[in-house]
């Protein structure tokens, strides 16, 4: 029955970002605050992590023994049925690019304020198979680095790590095959300009981390020098 509400109201949702332009990116109920993308409310419970200030958080501490990070930041905190998750699911599911741009250029503005992230490089976002990405139109986490971007300056490229091939089946294979499992599905295209960079790598949330950890293997075997990971939430 709860199941059958969320869906309605998730339908309504959808309905609402399309026919009121106007509204809040956020909780798509209240008009948005002049000149900005949040309604008030949603302004002030936005929730913002402290990762630009902390050394230890949920996403260097997901990859504490994996990969060795530079640094790790989310911007906000993912929860499952709150205005973090409506955003992610407008980003991914209803063409909302404006929510992914407007979220980077939020993340960019902390990136380069950070005390804790050395300026990248270049920008790298998690590769999408580029099937997926003709029947989306976009790769919501470019979208996401391309606000990052513009509001920190820091390059990104699309090009130089692609996903070149469907993953295969991950049932039954342990944590570590699993990321090599994806990470056989990349392929960095040149070596070149990654070889000693430091690489900054988007995605939009980090979940399990498997597919980030995958992208970092393949260009830490392209010779990075250094790595970084920013996503626009993670759970906790
Ligand atoms: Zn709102």
Do not use: W
């Not at 504490?64 to 530079?70: A, E, F, N, P, S």
């Not at 003709?134 to 300056?153: D, E, K």
């Amino acid at each position: 029955m709860n199941k059958t509400i969320h869906h309605i109201r998730q339908l309504f949702g959808d309905m609402l970002y399309t026919m009121f332009p106007d509204l809040c990116i956020a909780c798509i109920r209240q008009p948005k605050i002049s000149g900005g993308f949040f309604c008030v409310e949603c302004l002030h419970n936005m929730p913002y992590t402290d990762h630009f200030n902390i050394r230890q958080n949920i996403v260097t501490n997901h990859f504490k023994g994996r990969i060795t990070l530079h640094h790790g930041a989310a911007l906000l905190t993912f929860r499952d049925l709150g205005i973090v998750r409506n955003m992610l699911h407008g980003l991914k599911y209803k063409g909302k690019k404006e929510t992914g741009i407007i979220l980077g250029e939020i993340a960019g503005r902390k990136l380069i304020e950070s005390p804790l992230f050395e300026t990248p490089d270049i920008m790298i976002p998690v590769p999408i198979h580029p099937k997926k990405k003709l029947i989306r139109g976009y790769n919501q986490s470019g979208v996401f680095g391309h606000g990052v971007s513009v509001a920190s300056g820091v390059k990104m490229s699309e090009n130089h790590l692609i996903k070149y091939t469907e993953t295969a089946s991950q049932t039954g294979l342990s944590r570590t095959e699993r990321v090599k499992n994806v990470s056989d599905t990349f392929a960095v295209t040149r070596t070149d300009d990654i070889m000693g960079r430091h690489i900054l790598v988007v995605d939009d949330v980090v979940t399990t981390g498997a597919t980030i950890e995958a992208c970092c293997l393949k260009l830490m075997e392209a010779g990075a020098g250094k790595l970084s990971v920013l996503t626009i939430a993670a759970g906790g």
